[in-house]
Nanobody, 127 residues
Framework: QVQLSESGGGSVKTGESLRLSCSVPRDIRRTSTMIAWFRQAPGKEREGIAAIVTNSLYAFYDDSVKGRFAISLDDLNKMLYLQMNSLKSEDTGMYYC???????????????????WGQGTQVTVSS
């Protein structure tokens, strides 16, 4: 398993920004095919927000965050970031980073194919 640890969550007002960070191993590109951010709101299932393929850095986004969120991988600092702009109340939830190995067989946002998870960081957006 890959060791992951999120940080950067907090409470903000609608329209504000936050940047989430997830520490990743130095060899993340060798050990993981894809790394992603998931969100779980209270009473709801965990949903994929954004993912990045480690060898190509191609990114996927859920429609709900396209144009507002940006995922990036910083190899030098061993960090996966999620820049979140124009935050809305519906963005509230626990945010997790996750990593998968092997061939991508399912939709990028399917949590079943991710074998490593961080502990999560809470984001609360209020008006």
């Amino acid at each position: 398993q890959v060791q992951l640890s999120e940080s950067g969550g907090g409470s903000v007002k609608t329209g504000e920004s936050l940047r989430l960070s997830c520490s990743v191993p130095r060899d993340i590109r060798r050990t993981s095919t894809m790394i992603a951010w998931f969100r779980q709101a209270p009473g709801k299932e965990r949903e994929g927000i954004a993912a990045i393929v480690t060898n190509s850095l191609y990114a996927f986004y859920d429609d709900s965050v396209k144009g507002r969120f940006a995922i990036s991988l910083d190899d030098l600092n061993k960090m996966l970031y999620l820049q979140m702009n124009s935050l809305k109340s519906e963005d509230t939830g626990m945010y997790y980073c996750a990593a998968m190995t092997g061939e991508i067989r399912l939709l990028w946002s399917n949590p079943e194919q991710y074998g490593s998870w961080g502990q999560g960081t809470q984001v609360t957006v209020s008006s």
